[in-house]
């Protein structure tokens, strides 16, 4: 094993953000099975109070900031960058404690997540991209003495994450494939971790836009690489995976088992799918991985291979979140809504 990250790591993460994440349900997708000819199954982070899975990692280490310092008056305060999801549930985690929150955003990031989140009282910085929104953050840190709650490459964030494959095993122990939206990586990390730890033939599937897919790029490259980045409904998977990449690079590159890209007309007709087939509204990042089993793009990674049994039976599909502009989500899945 070449990490540190351990199953036991994320089951204290189950019991530290207990209370402030919720412990969301896993839903029959029968349409989906159809068209993937297999049962698959639905898990809804789109529940979350901030409307995403990030609540997880964020709560983990900010719970645990709390506790290795002793109090929350302790901590000076947090501060992150983030296309708007993380940025939302660290803000909410630290009202929850009580801490001062400074979340660095590019201008991409959709209004509706910059107005969430100054709701939570929690500052909020822009730059003109992602990788700048990083740069500020790093130096915000070190001049405040704020302690940078990382969006996804961060030991105790990966292990909030895969609070979410224990979950799974237990609603589904027979589950064959997990897919996940794939971005920095810290949820596909975290996922897979906790999941192949515990049934080591399950296979976990990331899935990208093909607008900027820094994370596939960088797997092909065998080292961390940049990409300009690109307008894309999957607005949260925006962003590079850092060229210092310290855990989930080589976490992805050893636990993933195909890493696939959708592109923009697939994730429109994936969240008018969601929201015909199961009245969710799903954003764009989200929809990602419903995309690629509706345009059968796993079909490559999900087969019998060498060693391995039949081809899986059982999937489940991470629902990453719901944070839409509503606009603009309406107008992109417009032309695909009649059945
Ligand atoms: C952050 C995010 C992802 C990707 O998670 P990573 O850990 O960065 O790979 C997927 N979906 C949504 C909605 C997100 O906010």
Same mark, same amino acid.
């Given at each position: ?50 409307g ?34 993380? /940025?939302? %549930?660290? #803000?909410?985690? &630290?009202?929850?404690? $009580? @801490? +001062? ?8 990031? =959709? ?78 990390? /975290?996922? %897979?971790? #906790?999941?192949? &730890?515990?049934r080591? $033939? @399950? +296979? ?7 607008r900027? =897919? ?59 799918f ?25 079909e ?39 059945p």
């Amino acid at each position: 094993m070449t990490t540190a990250i351990t199953l036991a790591d994320i089951h204290a993460a189950r019991r530290r953000i207990a209370g402030v994440a919720a412990r969301t349900p896993l839903i029959p997708a029968p349409a989906l099975s159809r068209v993937a000819g297999a049962e698959v199954h639905l898990k809804l982070e789109n529940l979350q109070p901030t409307g995403a899975f990030k609540i997880r990692g964020a709560a983990n280490k900010i719970a645990r900031l709390v506790e290795e310092r002793g109090s929350a008056d302790a901590v000076t305060g947090v501060t992150t960058f983030s296309t708007g999801n993380h /940025g939302r %549930a660290v #803000a909410h985690v &630290a009202r929850r404690f $009580g @801490v +001062r929150a400074v979340i660095c955003v590019s201008r991409g990031v =959709p209004e509706v997540k910059l107005q969430a989140i100054r709701d939570l009282g929690a500052a909020i910085d822009v730059s003109p991209t992602q990788d700048e929104a990083e740069a500020r953050c790093r130096r915000l840190a070190e001049e405040q003495g704020l302690v940078l709650v990382h969006p996804f490459d961060d030991p105790d964030v990966i292990a909030g994450q895969g609070t979410i494959g224990l979950e799974l095993l237990e609603d589904l122990p027979e589950v064959d494939a997990v897919v996940v939206p794939l971005s920095g990586g810290g949820l596909l990390s /975290g996922v %897979a971790l #906790a999941l192949k &730890a515990l049934r080591p $033939g @399950v +296979r976990v599937i990331g899935v990208s836009m093909e607008r900027g =897919p820094v994370m596939y790029h960088s797997l092909r490259a065998g080292r961390p690489v940049t990409l300009p980045e690109e307008p894309t409904l999957a607005d949260s998977l925006v962003g590079g995976i850092g060229l210092d990449n310290r855990y989930t690079f080589r976490l992805v590159r050893e636990l993933a088992d195909g890493v696939v890209l959708v592109s923009e007309e697939a994730i429109a007709r994936a969240m008018a799918f969601m929201l015909r087939e199961h009245g969710l509204v799903v954003e764009g990042g989200a929809a990602t991985a419903v995309a690629a089993l509706l345009e059968g793009k796993l079909e490559g990674t999900l087969e019998a291979r060498a060693g391995s049994s039949a081809a899986p039976r059982r999937i489940a599909v991470v629902v990453t979140g719901r944070n839409v502009d509503v606009g603009r989500a309406l107008a992109a899945m417009e032309p695909y809504l009649a059945p």
